[in-house]
């Protein structure tokens, strides 16, 4: 057994797409026992799902379960059941994420699993909370980012593209797997004092809506006061009862916003984010060689600064013209300023940081040679996560059976049943 801080926890991994992936990954990086349980043949979706290779698990996939031992079972069938049974009374944790009552048709409902390890930690992924009135439905990525609230809020209030907008980061699916991980690991603390295990359920509409808050709180402004000063309506255009659509301003108390680079008519990404925080103003001043803003009353402060925001972007945009983002992030970072260019994926994928950081990094797999991938973003001063491959369908199928217990010749009786 290694050492690792999760090492000796042993997880059944039953989960597909990103969610439920996404949680057990960053648990078997941690050290966790993972066994991705899939069906024969078929397997996780996301191992044929958008190909870069044919007939190569698909990067969606190896992405996603990297770390994890392969066990293909088919839990439908009386061999496959009795395996994961035993599967159950042998782990400390079982994390799924299929559709609406899935594990209960399956035969593994809550009371059953008690019976059957009392100890065990169950931990669910669900598209809406138990009891909610959109209980039964499925829900993907977008879905949930429409009803936790973040597409409601992002995007653009006017013009030709101003209906409510997906953020491309998987707040719906990545994001209720980090939340998940974190209950596992509660109830797992909470096991070692109560000697019990307990339900764990993350819905991904309290997940989007967890990382919306800042949102809800403009509601409960909004209702009290009638405008929102930091918004890009404020003080010109008129609030309606709902938070709005804000672009790309800043959410908190710092106005901010995109800003073209040298390069922007041919580079989709030629852009810097710049924040205009509040004590930093002098130094932007300074920065944009605009001493006079230091004592000019309608740039002094915030409030006398909001009416003309966006004439004082458009300023800086043209201070922006001859540099590049990265040229211009070189200067502002000396004055102290809150900015970064906007990074394409492939920029991210060659950062030299990143790379020796641990954050992206490349993984040998067995059949596609290796792949890129996007390590650990949690960093520990006594453990470095060692990104290995995800597995092959089945891959560990007969190390983790006869590590249950089973004899050769039950394990080739499972394969001639098609049970595993
Ligand atoms: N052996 C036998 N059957 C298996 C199996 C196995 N190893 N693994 C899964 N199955 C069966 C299940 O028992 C279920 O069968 P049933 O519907 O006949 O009872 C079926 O496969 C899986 O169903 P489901 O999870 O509903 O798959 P789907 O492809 O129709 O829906 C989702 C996919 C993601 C929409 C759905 O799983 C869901 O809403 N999950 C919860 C929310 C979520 O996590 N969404 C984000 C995904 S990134």
Redesign the pocket.
Known sequence: MSDKPLSGIKIID?T?????PACTQMLAWFGADVIK???PGAGD?TRSQLRDIPDVDALYFTMLNSNKRGLS????KPE?KAVLEKLIKESDVLVE???????D??GFSWERIQELNPKLILAS???FSDGHHYED?????NVAQCAGGAASTTGWWKGEHSEPTISAAAL??SN?GMHLAIGILTAYIGRQKTGKGQKVAVA?QDAVLNLCRVKMRDQLRLDKLGYLEEYPQYPHEKFGDVVPRGGNAGGGGQPGWILKCKGWETDPNAYIYFTVQGHAWGPICDALGKPEWKTDPAYTTPKARQPHIMDIFGTIEDWLKDKTKYEAVDILRKFDIPCAPVLSMKELLNDESLRKSGSIVEVPHKVRGSYFTVGSPIKFSDLKPEITASPLLGEHTDEVLAELGYSQDQIKALHEAKAV
């Open positions: 039953f597909h797409v990103q969610a439920g349980v899939e069906r979706v079972l088919d839990t439908k496959g994420n299929f559709g609406p009552g899935a594990l048709r399956m992924v669900k598209g439905l499925k829900v993907y990525e719906g699916d209720t991904m």
